[in-house]
């Protein structure tokens, strides 16, 4: 039976940390490896400057010595630890992961869905004798505006505690409980106090972040710039890479300098900006095509 207490943030930033910066760092062969997850690449810069030769365009074989790989192949190995929480009087749903687990109190739930892709997912609670506790479920802080949630198909209205939404009561045969997300594609924004990021936005849908990558954008892709309220299309996508993913795309304004300033400051003759279609595709998923440009964060008007 999994046990890990946590609180709910740790849960939060846990789930963040999974689907983005955990397998991000393992390519989707499972052969080559990061040291450092960049949120932005560029390959010159890499290659040329000194300060950045340790940002990867490609992650490496494996090491002779490897210290960070088996951590992070720990980590995942050991994640059913960090689906539920177990207390006295309480379990706790921390993670959206399929499983069936039986805990000690005799109760058992069988969680399905197609997380992180789909927002919609199944809780079958079986119990052969009855069993008073509560079941709480986390609702994640992308999704605290729009969720709903039925209990054998009766829509349930309970306020959320500490962002979990709490069913107390004596469980007997099986009950179904359906979660609905708010999957829609949301944009991020970093504290202003972050100089890099001020003007930017990241592209986030459900747990999974986004980023442009310029194997599906081409080059220079700081001079794209998304519009105040963009407008995404979300699709399915099973051809591109190894593992099937979710795409995102939007138009922006694309900006070229068409007669080049020739020094290193000064006024171009004249300035080309075009509307462009972006794609975005989960960070995790970079890196495993052709190596070229990488950016999460996008300036935004």
């Known amino acids: 039976m999994p046990i890990m207490v946590m609180c709910w943030s740790g849960n939060y930033i846990l789930e963040r940390e999974l689907y983005n910066g955990t397998i991000s760092g393992m390519s989707l062969d499972g ?11 560029d390959p010159k810069a890499s290659k040329e400057d000194p300060m950045k030769s340790h940002v990867k365009v490609q992650r ?6 490897a210290c960070c790989p088996p951590n992070l192949a720990r980590l995942v190995a050991s994640v059913d630890q960090y689906i539920y929480t177990v207390t006295e009087d309480a379990i706790y749903a921390d993670q959206f992961i399929g499983n069936e687990t039986t805990f000690d109190n005799g109760l058992t739930i069988e969680q399905t869905g197609n997380f992180p892709w789909s927002g919609d997912v199944q809780f079958a609670i079986t119990a052969k004798k009855t069993v008073k506790t509560t079941v709480a479920i986390r609702i994640p802080a992308w999704s605290r505006d729009h969720y709903a949630v039925t209990v054998n198909g009766q829509p349930l209205a309970v306020e959320l505690d500490q ?5 107390k009561r004596n469980w007997s045969g099986t009950t179904q ?15 202003p106090r972050v100089k890099d990021d001020v003007g930017k936005t990241a592209i986030q849908r459900g747990p999974v972040v986004y980023t442009l990558e310029q194997a599906d954008n081409g080059c220079q892709l700081q001079a794209n710039t998304l519009p105040v309220t963009p ?8 051809q591109a890479f190894a593992v099937p993913i979710v795409k995102i795309t939007t138009t922006a304004l694309h900006t070229d300098a068409a007669t080049p300033i020739g020094n290193l400051y000064g006024t171009p003759a004249t300035t080309l900006t075009h509307k462009k279609q972006l ?7 970079w890196a495993n095509r052709t190596p070229g440009e990488m950016m999460v964060w996008v300036h935004q008007m």
């Open 31 to 41: 052969k080559h490896f990061f040291y450092v997850n960049p949120l932005e690449v």
């Open 60 to 65: 490496a074989a494996w090491f002779g010595c």
């Open 163 to 167: 962002g979990y939404l709490r069913i």
């Open 177 to 191: 409980i359906a979660v609905t997300l708010d999957m829609s594609v949301q944009m991020v924004h970093a504290d």
């Open 231 to 238: 407008a995404f299309t979300v699709t399915p996508d099973d």
């Open 279 to 285: 794609t975005f595709i989960p960070y995790f998923a």
